[in-house]
């Protein structure tokens, strides 16, 4: 019985293991994911400046987290693309925009949900001076 819980245990942290050296792999190496690493702490920055409300944290939270999961996956789908054709390939490039729209259009919608959140805050805050 405890070997088997043993080795269980063994094979979860192995897949934690890769899944962290995908999420390094993808932070080392693609640039979008930097700008987006770099607004999720700026947000965070914003939000402890102003003293946000807990739900306001909730969204927010939710929205940074999505953002970098849609972005892992479409930099997983770029470089698999990648290994299947290095040649220029419709259907590739109808995959990888895809792909890219998909965090695109996210990226839009959470811009505004974060603006939205921000402005009384920022108003309020530059009425005050």
Not at 40 to 56: A, K, N, Q, T
Not at 94 to 117: E, N, Q, V
Request: glycine letters at 6%; hydrophobic letters at 55%; a positive charge.
């Amino acid at each position: 019985m405890l070997h088997k819980v043993r080795h269980r245990l063994r094979k979860h942290s192995i897949s934690f293991h890769h899944a962290a050296q995908g999420v390094w792999w993808v932070l080392r190496t693609q640039p979008n994911y930097q700008v987006h690493v770099l607004m999720s702490i700026l947000v965070l920055v914003f939000g402890l400046y102003f003293s946000i409300r807990h739900y306001e944290w909730l969204v927010l939270g939710v929205l940074i987290t999505m953002g970098l999961v849609i972005e892992t996956i479409n930099s997983a789908l770029e470089q698999t693309l990648d290994c299947v054709s290095l040649d220029r390939r419709e259907d590739i490039r109808i995959a990888k925009d895809a792909a890219a729209g998909a965090m695109l259009i996210f990226a839009t919608g959470a811009a505004l949900i974060g603006i939205s959140i921000f402005i009384p805050y920022a108003a309020s805050w530059w009425l005050s001076y």
